[in-house]
């Protein structure tokens, strides 16, 4: 992999994403991610989930109306029935809020007034987000990111996660079989649905031609 698979990948010039090509070669060789079957679905994935290399942490600056749409069990808006749910346009364009009440008491995170939501808002190449899992890679990378959450905002910090991450879901292992079945089930291991699934596999597709994988 180089600049060059890179700027085709994200479709941004290979000056932008020079920066992580060694980055992202250094992780997918600490977490064998070693064959092109397994680092075009790898790259797939996190080039994805930030947006080309573009954003590493969550956007969470949502009007009311979208805040119904994404989280109907949390918000509501007038005249609707609250049902136990909060007004939406108190959280309207304020992330340090919703990411409070959102994420509270999951996660590993504590309640809304701890700021463990915001704190530990999904950031890095796959977005890691909740207290649990800061804790669990900062251990196994050693990295303090209990303390220092935003360094996955570094490029190799971010890298490295997105390597721990793929092995804790077993990135490898799903990612082997290099079926379309099994691209949709890695999709769900790293993302918890299939949200934005047609874009993933066309960069799935396109890595695997630039690597040499086979289709």
Do not use: C
């Amino acid at each position: 992999m180089n600049d060059n698979d890179l700027a085709l990948l994200t479709a941004r010039p290979g000056a932008e994403v020079a920066m992580w090509v060694q980055p992202i070669a250094a992780a997918m060789a600490e977490f064998h991610i070693d064959t092109p079957t397994r680092r075009a679905a790898f790259l797939a994935q996190v080039l994805h989930e930030s947006d080309g290399l573009r954003r590493l942490d969550e956007n969470l600056n949502y009007s009311a109306k979208r805040l119904t749409e994404v989280w109907p069990r949390h918000f509501y808006l007038p005249p609707d029935d609250a049902k136990g749910r909060s007004d939406a346009g108190a959280y309207e364009h304020r992330p340090e809020p919703l990411a409070n009440a959102i994420y509270a008491n999951r996660l590993g995170n504590g309640s809304e007034a701890s700021g463990d939501g915001w704190r530990f808002r999904g950031r890095g190449l796959v977005q890691l987000t909740g207290r649990r899992l800061y804790t669990d890679a900062g251990s196994a990378l050693q990295l303090d990111l209990v303390n220092q959450p935003d360094a996955l905002l570094l490029p190799l910090e971010a890298a490295r996660a997105a390597g721990w991450y793929w092995q804790h879901i077993d990135g490898n292992t799903l990612a082997d079989p290099a079926t379309t079945l099994a691209f949709e089930r890695l999709t769900t291991a790293i993302n918890g649905e299939l949200i934005g699934l047609e874009h993933r596999e066309a960069l799935w597709k396109q890595a695997q031609s630039l690597l040499g994988a086979v289709a």
